[in-house]
Nanobody
Framework: QVQLVESGGGLVQAGGSLRLSCSAS????????MGWFRQAPGKEREFVAG????????QYTDSVKGRSTISRDNAKNTVYLQMNSLKPEDTAVYYC?????????????????WGKGTLVTVSS
């Protein structure tokens, strides 16, 4: 079992930055590809960014490319999402997930564990 806990969400003005963290307990994160996902009000959960076990493969959804950076520190059992130039449309609950591979994450499949989410609100 893996327990994932997100932190770092909050209220920020458009153009601002946030750094989300996902800490894991129960099992080392190095066994999993890790991803960030988000769910806006009234919408389905969507893939945001993913990183492979070693960190060698990284993918982003088009809407955050160039504005966000996913990283992982396996020694700290933590995954991060740095988000810059935030827009009101980035407002959502952001979830951390552990899964099989980045390629399956982009299709919203192959996920084994989820955190409970952290709310990001971007004001205009």
């Amino acid at each position: 079992q893996v327990q994932l806990v997100e932190s770092g969400g909050g209220l920020v003005q458009a153009g601002g930055s946030l750094r989300l963290s996902c800490s894991a307990s129960g099992r080392t994160l190095s066994s999993y590809a890790m991803g960030w996902f988000r769910q806006a009000p009234g919408k389905e959960r969507e893939f945001v960014a993913g990183v492979s076990r070693s960190g060698g493969i990284i993918q982003y959804t088009d809407s955050v490319k160039g504005r966000s950076t996913i990283s992982r520190d396996n020694a700290k059992n933590t995954v991060y999402l740095q988000m810059n130039s935030l827009k009101p449309e980035d407002t959502a609950v952001y979830y951390c997930g552990a899964g099989f591979a980045v390629a399956t994450m982009t299709r919203m499949t192959g996920m084994e564990y989820w955190g409970k989410g952290t709310l990001v609100t971007v004001s205009s």
